[in-house]
């Protein structure tokens, strides 16, 4: 059992949750994701770490209320303990000098950029990252993020907060203007990731993404998570989650996070009924 030492809120629906895993925390790094199970009949969700602390054996995830196991893993508290916690898993996001590198964070998945862009500075790296979400409310760690970087750029759909529009516009500029750009790391939703791809391969600059396809096992045994690269099948727990993202099949990627949309939805209903039962019958007791 793995014990919820902090949490906290972020955003609207977005938790912050420290958990005691020394094991985890001593082999994370950056890019890299955990497989957590909240009780014996839950399903098995991926995080991607957003921090860890070596000394306390501690590691932070950020995670959405979206399905029924994010909305059930908000309802824990601080002393609640999650059955399994596996990880680290994944490789880890390819660090090196590569000069100038942008850090593209699309909504939540801050959380997720922050260690990169601070492993990248700490190469020597001149950082620059750039974090979009729909409106200010949903805007966090923009301190984080700032400290590990050299220049940070916020944007919002609606102007609320930095510049009005999405990431890929200050990105395009950048590169119109024949900014050196060395290497992009773009992590956020797929949407956001194949439009950060699509405006940079017109200027060659090697983008890497980090994909988020359906995922059980997370060893590479069930296949759930496979998706297409360079026109070959690979499995985004074990040779990825980071990819060349000129060469991702962006569709079929589209097309896999559906699938079981119809099934997602009845299993959040069931959990809510059960969850308004159970409520029903303390207040009648």
């Keep these: ?58 590691v932070t995830v950020a995670f959405m209320q979206v399905g029924k196991t994010t909305r059930q893993l908000a309802t824990f508290r601080v002393g609640d303990s999650i059955a399994n916690f596996v990880g680290p898993l994944g490789k880890p996001t390819d ?9 593209v964070a699309g909504g939540f998945a801050v959380a997720t950029v922050v260690p990169i862009a601070r492993a990248m500075k700490a190469a020597g790296n001149h950082v ?33 907060n930095g510049r009005k529009g999405v990431v890929t516009v200050p990105l395009k500029e950048m590169l119109e203007k024949g900014n050196r750009v060395d290497r992009v790391v773009a992590v956020g939703p797929a949407i956001m990731m194949k439009f950060v791809a699509a405006t940079t391969q017109p200027f060659n600059v090697k983008t890497i993404v980090s994909m988020n396809p359906i995922m059980v096992d997370g060893t590479g045994m ?18 990825g989650p980071e990819f060349d993202g000129h060469q991702v099949d962006w569709d079929e990627l589209f097309a896999r996070q559906r699938a079981f949309v119809t099934e997602e939805k009845q299993s959040l209903e069931q959990w809510q009924r059960q969850m308004a039962e159970a409520t029903a019958a303390q207040k009648t007791a």
Excluded: H
């Design 95 to 103: 660090i090196e000098k590569f000069g100038t590198v942008v850090c």
């Design 1 to 58: 059992m793995y014990r919820i030492t902090e949490k906290s809120p972020l955003a609207p629906n977005i938790f912050l949750l420290k958990i005691a895993a020394p094991a985890v925390a001593k082999k994370a790094a950056a890019g890299q994701f955990v497989i957590l199970r909240l009780d014996e009949k839950g399903e098995r969700i991926p995080l991607t770490l957003a921090d860890w602390n070596r000394e306390t054996g501690e």
């Design 128 to 160: 620059i990252a750039l974090m979009g979400t729909r409106t200010k409310d949903l805007l966090f760690w923009e301190d984080r993020l700032a400290a590990v970087s050299d220049e940070l750029i916020v944007t919002t759909d609606d102007g609320s």
């Design 222 to 239: 069930c296949g759930a998570c496979r998706c297409s690269v360079s026109g070959e099948t690979r499995f985004a727990c074990v040779d």
